[in-house]
Structures are given as structure tokens and as C-alpha cells.
């Protein structure tokens, strides 16, 4: 019975759900740095050309249940004009807790003569369900998994992110509505809703030789009533096509990274999260993350340019 309720409340945790008490909502990437749509409207049209990133991440392989997540995201600016559009798509899985989310992004950019300064705002909305008789419990009597969820919660979010050749700085709120669910989700008294994050990132290149580059980035993540959690990150660039990296999660996570840079317009990376020091530790084996990103040129003459973030 433990083992049910245990995964219960990891699900609601993950999945946008605060049962008394909050925690971290947000999808978790560790390729993060090459997938900007996803914690930051802003950044939409950043890459000067139609952008379109895949990203499939198995969590805790080896432990039942444990969360997939799959996400798509589309963005461009729009030609002769200083906005930029964006488009995404995530699903996240854990147990019989099942997430949908579809985003339209909006930046209108600023061009400078050293960088370039974007705002953004989105807006969409996640399909949440919560199958909890799926769980079949040794106590059928027991209410807490009687319940089907189903909620359909529209939001908006914004962010700013400014940019150069080798740096880049943005600050993001991606959901501003704390949606609740009205649903008897653990008990009566329970406060079951999605809480407000606060995304700041941060990144820049140095060019160690003609051939190899260095790219630390960090990211801080915020939400009220749970702890602030910060990922460090060290990436590796050689001769412009073979990126590799490392990266540490102060909430007990380190991971390796490599991105291979396969022509002008295709990269494709692959991320392993070792088995954190936490009791998960015992349960799994780590997690896998692939990423590919595929951008489109606008006429057959015209050339992509590298970008870093």
C-alpha cells in the first residue's frame, strides 16, 4: 500500500499538482540549454531561421512507473519584421498520471548593435488526467484511489531574453494562473494546484582556440515553498561539430552530455543522468534524453549561421 500512495504523490508532484505542500512542476531537462522554448517564450526566433526540437526523456529507467516525457516545439521569426512565433507541444507520463500541454509563443525583439533584446509572451493550456483506480490497490474501500481527474487548465506566461554571438541572459515566468483542481485528489482539506515558477538563465562562450570552445550555463529554478534548485553546466564545443558536457543538479544529479552538429542545419544530442545520490538510487538506473534539432533554411542560397544557445 505504501508503494501506491508513494507514487500518488511523486505524480502529483511532477505532473503540476501540490498537495498541501509545493513542489517543482515544470517538465526537467538536462539538454536544456538547446531546447530555450521550453522555459522561455523569448526566446522564440532566436535561431534566425524555422527551428523545430524533438526531445524524449526516460526518467529513473528501471523503476515502474517512472516518467517519460516527450516534447516538440517549433519556432521562427517572421520575415521583414522584428516578432517572432513559437510553438510547443509536451506530454508527460507518470504511472496512470498523464499531462498534455500546447503552448503558442509571441516575442517582439529589440536588434542592438551588440545584442539583441526579446520579449515574450505565451499562452495555452494542459489537459491533466489522474486515473487513480488504474492503481488497484489491496484495499478497494480505500478513497484516495476512487477518484478519475480529469482538468483542463488554460494559462499565460512571459519572459525576457537578451543575446549576443556569445552570451545570453533571459528570465521567465511560464505559467502566471495557479490552477486548481477541484477534484478530492488525497483528502478533503488537501490544496491541489499548479504553482507559479521562476525560470533565470544564463550562458556565454569563450573561444579557447580556433578549434575548441567552452559554454558554461546555468539555470536557477523557483517556485514558492520548495526548495530553489540550480543546474550547473560545462559544454565543450571541438571544431564546431562535436559538442561534450557535464552537468551538476543541486538536487543530487550528474550528468554527461554530448551533441553532435551533423550539418549546418541538423544537431542531434544525447544526455545520461546518473542514478542520483538519493534513495532512488536503489530503484533505477539513471536517466536517457535524446534531442534533435533540425533547422530550415528560408531560400536554397541561404546560409545557416551557427548558434550557441
Wanted: proline residues 4%.
Amino acid at each position: 500500500m505504501k508503494i501506491f500512495k508513494s507514487l500518488l504523490i511523486i505524480g502529483l508532484f511532477i505532473l503540476g499538482v501540490t498537495p498541501q505542500v509545493q513542489a517543482q512542476q515544470e517538465a526537467m531537462f538536462t539538454q536544456y540549454m538547446f531546447n530555450g522554448l521550453a522555459l522561455n517564450p523569448a526566446y522564440a526566433g532566436s535561431h534566425e531561421s524555422l527551428s523545430a526540437t524533438a526531445l524524449f526523456r526516460d526518467q529513473w529507467t528501471g523503476l515502474n512507473g517512472a516518467p517519460t516525457t516527450q516534447t516538440f516545439s517549433l519556432h521562427s521569426p517572421i520575415r521583414n519584421a522584428k516578432i517572432a512565433l513559437g510553438l510547443q507541444v509536451i506530454h508527460d507520463k507518470i504511472t496512470v498520471f498523464n499531462q498534455t500541454g500546447v503552448t503558442g509563443s509571441y516575442a517582439y525583439r529589440i536588434f542592438t548593435d551588440k545584442g539583441t533584446l526579446s520579449l515574450g509572451l505565451q499562452v495555452g493550456f494542459t489537459s491533466y488526467n489522474a486515473d487513480l483506480t488504474e492503481l488497484r490497490p489491496q484495499d478497494p474501500s480505500d478513497n484516495v484511489f476512487s477518484v478519475d481527474v480529469n482538468k483542463f487548465m488554460p494559462n499565460l506566461g512571459a519572459g525576457v531574453y537578451y543575446y549576443t554571438d556569445k552570451f545570453y541572459v533571459g528570465l521567465s515566468v511560464p505559467q502566471f494562473i495557479n490552477n486548481s483542481l477541484d477534484e478530492q485528489v488525497i483528502e478533503e482539506d488537501s490544496d491541489a494546484r499548479q504553482e507559479r515558477h521562476y525560470f533565470l538563465t544564463s550562458g556565454y562562450m569563450f573561444e579557447l582556440s580556433h578549434n575548441v570552445k567552452l559554454k558554461p550555463n546555468f539555470l536557477l529554478k523557483v517556485v514558492e515553498g520548495a526548495p530553489i534548485e540550480l543546474d550547473l553546466n560545462a559544454n565543450v564545443l571541438f571544431s564546431d561539430v562535436l559538442w561534450l558536457g557535464l552537468s551538476w543538479r543541486s538536487m543530487a544529479d550528474i550528468d554527461a552530455m554530448m551533441q553532435l552538429q551533423v550539418t549546418d542545419q541538423l544537431l542531434l544530442g544525447y544526455s545520461y543522468d546518473f542514478a542520483n545520490t538519493t534513495d532512488l538510487r536503489r530503484v533505477n538506473s539513471g536517466s536517457h534524453e535524446l534531442m534533435i534539432n533540425y533547422r530550415f533554411r528560408y531560400a536554397k542560397n541561404k546560409v545557416i549561421t551557427p548558434r550557441y544557445f
